[in-house]
């Protein structure tokens, strides 16, 4: 037998937590490095794990046997399902945590992990032997070889802290940057950019006046992520929403040159859909007032994340525009508002196994990829992980596609089209969201978790138990009738009986209404009732999505070899030949996403494939 | 892919779709049964060499730059015998309507002097192209995208200067144009759909409902109106199908002649010369007439004559108008259709021949002025007029009345329309359908991302026709609608 491979994973964040846990329990040796072992797992920003879009990638991480999702409800404290006036495919359930439970519950899992061994070490530059790397070298002065060495640096590369005026080399507040491995891969032939990102300031929650706002309560029946998690899930805190006021935006406005953003001191790209308080004033003034969210930071402290008020203002200027809020009078600090402009590698540079092009053995995941957000970078570090395994064993990689989950939507959309702003998930960007739902990741995935060995033969045993009642249920719900004199419904009541998938097609019927009808419900798990309500309420939509998936496949499944030689296409664009061989796409499906690629040169390429034959067939 | 000079028309399996640009190919590019002049095609690396050694004239061919042309005669190599007279053209890549270089040779002989020239170029080392291959070869080497191959297809098609016009206006891109604005549209819509679903944390205004209606309804407007386009356009692209029926030796191929003045159908005075269906395409007012005539009709018990008169039935059944050519010399109220077998629908002109050989004073027409339909109204789309196809009297007022029926048939007729072809049609059909579903699903209330869902669809579908989205389908479509040698 072959011996283990060894692979380090470099960075203890969400990234990094899924690609060490999932290297290790495929039965490789996995070297943890991070500069402070008990970071791992903090949450940098907002203590909330998923979200709209972000939610379902949490799911999917979950079905395919990664952390997050088991994390999460071991951490969670308030537990809520987003656009529940919506259909269930743009539903996302996101979990307020209890960011030192979170933080505590990753560590014992990554202790409780046999085959991870942590290292509180820094990175300052990698070992290459040929084409691959063979080992990572640590500021201790250590060499740490490695078979593959998986980077999840998040913020900390050449990482520089912005506080009005102050700056200072930092990955987060209080933590030393990682320098000098970008500068050598850059050596090496890496293109290197500059992101930007901020978080918001930290208050003292006795200081607040909570009575002014508006309360944020959880569901009343809160949902978790994991089937894994034994414990009882609870709301045990609730959410505060209260409004930036005319005054908080003078204070912000008479100030602003003060701002980094604003003066010139941050050059760094920032996310548009996350903009700072001062971008969200200059840049939307017709805007009377904005929502601020007050989040708990966990149940053993009196700290509030202050959602909706990123900012690099100095300190002073911060608590004074804090202070025009009405609930926030006389609120304290703890901690300020900063923005953080660090470096990235453009994704076009990966391939779709999160594998760079450049060094064999070599991969990128998380923020360093130019993504935002836990989720995105848990994703990306399982993928990357669960490949850097397989490379090692010269095994076919693990390559989700974007009709089968929203994280193959993102590598996709990283490796393809790369990123001109930190990347977030939105369903709008799954172009077969209507199949890509919460309730049916396990359907979609836990086959390549299974496979892989992350789920277990038990647990997959029996989650095809249940696929298996839901699809006898669905068949029970077609053919079951139910008297309809019962039903609030006047068009049925004169056809005496209706089957109870007519009555669930009804909209706003929803599962539980079939039991007020009178009809007979057996006694399912959530879950279960999830997928019979969507499957019965969603079939012609449903059917539609699936033919488009099945034309989405003809393109996906055709290869383009990995020696083809474009320069051998006559008549292709001399652009989109570039683009080609810079991407190098894997299949004729991603050549066409390659932006700035017309149909013609995808037609073009596909008759090359095909064509580089005889006219044999010619009659 | 495959390859035949004749037979059925077939689809081309575009994962099958292959080219092989080091061999040369040639082709008869000019339509079959149209026109004195016949165009023989030359294109590839040894174009101009296969070229020169088929052809006698005063310079050596292979010599020649591109852009010239050369007087000469065609002739077979291995025995030194003539072909034909001919002008050869020469192109130099990549100045050539494939981008590679190219010979055209213009002959005066029909098909089967043309198919011979076709012989000696095979013999020399040539390929047959396939359908479409030339379009094909110009658009693989970059030389025309997706809507304008198309357009060059209907170009080449094109009968009549109106209808080049328009074949003009599509390459020239006012389709792509329109579509454009309609994707734009829906892509408005989408977003705003979208805000309403990945942004619902935020404070923003929520999705704007009724800015979406408004964006689908004014798309599905438009939609309907590039839909009445494809009338105008199959018109202009296809022609007005006028098939001559009646009984045999009422003077129908006189009738045929004279209308496409040429000496075409074999013209006697035996009943049922006439046994086939001969096709003639003429210019009216711009318009493209393809005019059909056909056997006579009458109870026969000689088999090839019947085929003859059920090929008559079934012209009729496919025409846009029938003229029942009668004999006026004859008892006129025996010759009528019988009933039924030319579709209420179905413009209809009874016309009473050979006025010039009855009797002075003799009363011209023996039916009344119109056929009255079923409900027994006169319908002024049936009238009977008096004609001599012999002397001409009366044609004029015959094709005024060809003018008339065309006007009606075309719905919203202007040379400034956006024409549109078959795929287009099928495509604007489909985003048409998914427009629908989607305002459907938004009057009921249904959640936003199942509107966006249909939206998405129908903006798909729009750039399918633009090309912004390519699917094997839409290469196949494309590919399979060209015949050999456009």
Known sequence: MRRAPHIVVIGGGHAGIEAASAAARMGASVTFITQDVHAIGRMSCNPAVGGIGKGQIVREIDALGGRMGYLTDRAGIQFKILNRSKGPAVQSSRVQCDRLLYQSAAQSDIRDTSGVSVVADSVRGIRIKGEAVNAVLGNSGEAYEADAVVLAAGTFLEAIIHVGSSTRPAGRLGEAPANGLSGQLRELGFEVGRLKTGTPPRLDGRTIDYPVCDVQPGDELPRGFSRRHPLPIANRAVCWLTYTTAETHKVIADNIGSSPLYNGQISGIGPRYCPSIEDKIMKFSDKPRHQIFLEPEGMGTDEIYINGFSTSMPVDIQANALRTMPALRDVRMTRPGYAVEYDFFPPTQLRLTLETKLVRGLYFCGQINGTSGYEEAAGQGFIAGVNAVLGCRDEEPLILDRSESYIGVMIDDLVTSGVDEPYRMFTSRAEHRLHLREDNAQRRLSRYGHRLGLVSDDEFEDLKRQWEQTDNHIEQFRRTTISSKTVPFDGLKRQGTVTMAALLRIPGVSFADLGRFGADLPDLEDSIADAIEVAIKYEGYIDRQTRQIEQFKKLETQRIPSAFTYTQLTGLRREAKEKFMRIRPMTLGQASRIPGITSSDVALLMVHLHGNGSRSSRG | ?486
């Open chain 2, 1 to 486: 892919m495959q390859c035949s000079l004749q037979g059925e028309p077939f689809r081309v399996n575009p994962s099958s779709v292959h080219v092989d640009l080091t061999q040369t190919v040639c082709a008869i590019a000019t339509p079959l049964g149209q026109g004195g002049l016949g165009i023989v095609r030359l294109s590839g690396p040894q174009a101009v060499m296969i070229a020169s050694r088929v052809f006698r004239g005063a310079r050596t061919l292979a010599d020649q730059p591109g852009f010239t042309v050369h007087l000469g005669i065609v002739i077979d190599p291995e025995t030194n015998l003539e072909i034909d007279e001919v002008l050869a053209t020469v192109f130099r890549r990549p100045r050539s309507f494939t981008g590679e270089d190219a010979v055209e040779f213009s002959a005066h002989g029909g098909r089967i002097v043309l198919s011979r020239i076709l012989g000696v170029l095979i013999s020399c080392g040539a390929g047959p192209a396939s359908p479409g291959e030339f379009t094909l070869r110009a658009f693989l080497n970059g030389r025309i995208d997706l809507t304008r191959a198309e357009a060059v297809a209907d170009l080449i098609a094109a009968k009549t200067g109106e209808a080049a016009k328009a074949a003009m206006k599509q390459l020239r891109g006012s389709l792509l144009e329109e579509i454009r604005e309609l994707r734009k549209t829906l892509i408005g819509a989408i977003a705003r759909l979208e805000m309403g679903i990945d942004f619902t944390e935020e404070d923003l205004a929520a999705g704007d409902l009724a800015d979406v209606k408004v964006r689908l309804q004014d798309v599905s407007e438009r939609t309907g109106r590039l839909l009445e386009g494809y009338q105008s356009g199959r018109i202009l692209r296809d022609g007005f199908t006028v098939v001559l029926a009646g009984p045999p030796n009422s003077g129908k191929s006189t009738l045929f002649n004279y209308l496409a003045q040429d000496e075409r159908a074999i013209v006697t005075d035996i009943p049922g010369t006439t046994r086939d269906v001969l096709k003639e395409f003429i210019n009216l007012n711009g318009w493209p007439v393809c005019l059909v005539d056909t056997a006579g009709v009458r109870e026969t018990s000689d088999v090839i004559e019947r085929l003859g008169v059920e090929r008559t039935w079934n012209a009729a059944l496919e025409a846009d108008a029938v003229l029942w050519i009668i004999d006026s010399t004859g008892d006129c109220a025996k010759q009528l259709p019988p009933p039924g077998v030319i579709p209420e629908a179905t413009p209809l002109a009874i016309c009473c021949n050979k006025i010039d050989a009855l009797p002075p004073g003799s009363e011209v027409s023996k039916v009344p002025p119109f056929l009255p339909n079923t409900s027994g109204q006169n319908d002024d789309e049936r009238p009977v007029l008096d004609i001599s196809a012999r002397t001409g009297t009366g044609v004029r007022d015959l094709l005024g009345v060809i003018i008339r029926w065309i006007d009606r048939a075309d719905t919203g007729h202007s040379v400034d329309m956006i024409t549109i072809n078959d795929r287009h049609r099928a495509v604007l059909m489909a985003a048409s359908t998914s427009l629908q579903t989607a305002m459907q699903a938004l009057a009921a209330g249904n959640g936003a991302e199942l509107v966006a869902f249909d939206v998405k669809n129908a903006a798909t579908s729009l750039g399918e026709i633009i090309g912004e989205t390519t699917t094997d389908d839409v290469l196949g479509e494309i590919f399979s609608r060209f015949c050999i040698g456009k």
